[in-house]
Nanobody, 123 residues
Framework: QVQPVESGGGLVQPGGSLRLSCAAS????????VGWNRQAPGKQPEFVAAITKAGSANYADSAKGRFTISRDNAKNTVYLQIDSLKPEDTAVYSC?????????????????WGQGTQVTVSS
C-alpha cells in the first residue's frame, strides 16, 4: 500500500509562508497524479491543487497566485508552497496520491490519503 505522510504545518502569522511536504511510504509500482485538499473547522473539504506526473498543475481559484504545487518524482514527494498566508487559510491540509500497487495487467489505480497536517494562521 501507499501511505502519504505530510509535514511542514504549524502556526504562522498572517503574511508568512509555509512549505508543506508529502512523502509516500510503503510499497507501490508507480505514483501518478498527486494533490492537496484542505478542510477548515466546520467546513467541507475543498480542493487546493493537483499536479500530474509530467508536471502539469491545476489550482483552485482561491489558491491561484499564492499557492505553488510541485513534485520530485525521484523522491516520491509532493510539495505545496503557500505564500502570503491569510487567517482563512487555516485548515488541515491533506495530501492524496493516485498510485498503482499491483504490476499486473488488470491492476487498478487507487487514491491514497494522508492524515493531514495542521496549518494555523493567527496573530
Amino acid at each position: 500500500q501507499v501511505q502519504p505522510v505530510e509535514s511542514g504545518g504549524g502556526l504562522v502569522q498572517p503574511g508568512g509562508s509555509l512549505r508543506l511536504s508529502c512523502a509516500a511510504s510503503g510499497s507501490f509500482v508507480s505514483i501518478y497524479n498527486v494533490g492537496w485538499n484542505r478542510q477548515a473547522p466546520g467546513k467541507q473539504p475543498e480542493f487546493v491543487a493537483a499536479i500530474t506526473k509530467a508536471g502539469s498543475a491545476n489550482y483552485a481559484d482561491s489558491a491561484k497566485g499564492r499557492f505553488t504545487i510541485s513534485r520530485d518524482n525521484a523522491k516520491n514527494t509532493v510539495y505545496l508552497q503557500i505564500d502570503s498566508l491569510k487567517p482563512e487559510d487555516t485548515a488541515v491540509y491533506s495530501c492524496y496520491m493516485q498510485a498503482r500497487i499491483d504490476p499486473g495487467p488488470d491492476a487498478d489505480f487507487d487514491y491514497y490519503w494522508g492524515q493531514g497536517t495542521q496549518v494555523t494562521v493567527s496573530s
